[in-house]
Every structure is written in structure tokens, then in C-alpha cells.
């Protein structure tokens, strides 16, 4: 049976948003055992049976358009014709177009707008929300947007150097709080923290989930700076007619 994570947000009945986790699969090792990534090695007759559970357990009603994920800031239509094109975030106001994106430590972001007209997937990682792909997916939203932030490695296993450090900072000075020292000159950052503080600054509040980590939760979730060599995840949202 499908293993999910449902976001615990106040969205509109017709939103329907899930995580997956790395249970109930046909993907071997290093991949056991529900990758949901053509990239990573695995064996790809596994991803697309994966990809078929996927969509039956789910009941998704279209393909996802699937991305190829650059840390990027690039933002498409989740339409067809954009299926596995370069970008690290969709959005859609249309029923039944599935927006989906990949992670394994980078951070996945769901919104959707309260009235439940349009929704986004974002792959966030450090350089994507350095570079403003937050800020890039809500030139797409005119109402107040409801976000969730889906699992992604947590405060106490992410290091960074001090570039990465002073590119937050540089950008917000109060972004000193989503930092630690380590006693290597290094710092942990908190991504959860880094993209809150990013969206207040654009004026969202509205900002649900960020309470897990996937370096340590093994059993649960795939992680690359933990094995190097795993699957992914999948973060999903999409319209559905009422």
C-alpha cells in the first residue's frame, strides 16, 4: 500500500496535495524502495511501475508534468506539452493538471491561492531559494497564498560554508537566525526558516509544514547528502473539479 504524506493546511476542498515516501515500491537498492526519479541510476521499468502505482493509488487524474530539475529559478504551465522540460517549479490554474516536483534533502513548497484557482510545486534547495525562485513563483499569484513546506533535511545535518552564509545574509540581515557556527567554521542552516523568512519578506504568512528531516529519517525518506546515491520523492498538487 501506498505510503503518503497529506499537508496539514487550511486549503480548499478541491486542492489536493500529497508527499510521498520511500515505502511500498519495486525499486531495489540503493533506490528501495518507491523512486519516482529516471535520473538517479535506477532501473527505469522500476520508476515506471512506481510511477504507475503512483497514479492509480492516488487516482491522479493526468500524468504529472514531470520536470527535469536544474536549481534553477525557472517556472512553467503545467501543460502537456511542458512534460520534462527544464524548470524546478510549475503552476496551474486548469482541473485536473498535476504539478509535481522531486526531492531528497531540497525542499518541495506547495501553494495554492484561498480561493483554489490556481496551485504551484517548487523544488527548493539552498541555491534555488538564494537565487529567488519563491519570489519568481509568486509573480503567478494575484490573491493571498496558503503554503506548505514538504519534507527536506533539517537544521541539525545541513552544513553549508560561509558562501552560502553570506549570500542569505547579504540578502536579509535578519537571516543571521536560520544559522549556527559549527565548531569547523561552517554553519547549519535551517531551509524551513530561510524560506519563511523569505516569503514574510514578500508578505506571506500563511506558512504551514517544514517539521521534518529527511537526513534523519531513514525509513521514511531519501536523502543525498546522507547515501549520495538514492531515489526521490514526489510532492503533487493539482485542481480537481468540484
Not at 129 to 141: K, R, S, T
Amino acid at each position: 500500500m501506498l505510503n503518503f504524506i497529506t499537508p496539514n493546511w487550511p486549503a480548499p476542498t478541491n486542492v489536493k496535495a500529497y508527499t510521498t515516501t520511500r515505502k511500498a515500491g519495486c525499486s531495489q537498492e540503493p533506490y528501495s524502495s518507491f523512486n519516482l526519479a529516471t535520473h538517479v541510476g535506477d532501473d527505469i521499468q522500476s520508476v515506471m511501475t512506481n510511477r504507475a502505482t503512483l497514479r492509480k493509488s492516488l487516482q491522479l487524474p493526468s500524468e504529472p508534468i514531470w520536470l527535469e530539475q536544474t536549481h534553477s529559478i525557472k517556472t512553467i504551465n503545467a501543460i502537456p506539452t511542458n512534460i520534462d522540460c527544464q524548470a524546478d517549479a510549475s503552476f496551474s490554474n486548469t482541473t485536473d493538471q498535476v504539478c509535481v516536483v522531486l526531492t531528497a534533502d531540497c525542499m518541495p513548497v506547495l501553494f495554492c491561492n484561498q480561493e483554489g484557482t490556481k496551485v504551484a510545486a517548487i523544488h527548493a534547495g539552498w541555491r534555488g531559494l538564494a537565487n529567488g525562485i519563491l519570489e519568481e513563483v509568486l509573480q503567478h499569484f494575484t490573491t493571498d497564498v496558503l503554503v506548505w513546506l514538504g519534507p527536506a533535511i533539517g537544521l541539525q545535518k545541513f552544513e553549508v560554508g560561509t558562501e552560502v552564509y553570506e549570500i542569505f545574509t547579504d540578502f536579509l540581515p535578519h537571516a543571521t537566525e536560520a544559522f549556527k557556527p559549527t565548531d569547523n567554521k561552517h554553519w547549519l542552516a535551517d531551509l524551513y526558516l530561510l524560506a519563511r523568512q523569505r516569503l514574510a519578506n514578500q508578505g506571506i504568512t500563511s506558512v504551514f509544514g517544514g517539521n521534518f528531516c529527511t537526513y534523519s529519517e531513514p525509513e521514511l525518506f531519501y536523502s543525498y547528502r546522507r547515501d549520495k546515491v538514492t531515489g526521490r520523492m514526489a510532492s503533487l498538487i493539482w485542481l480537481e473539479q468540484l
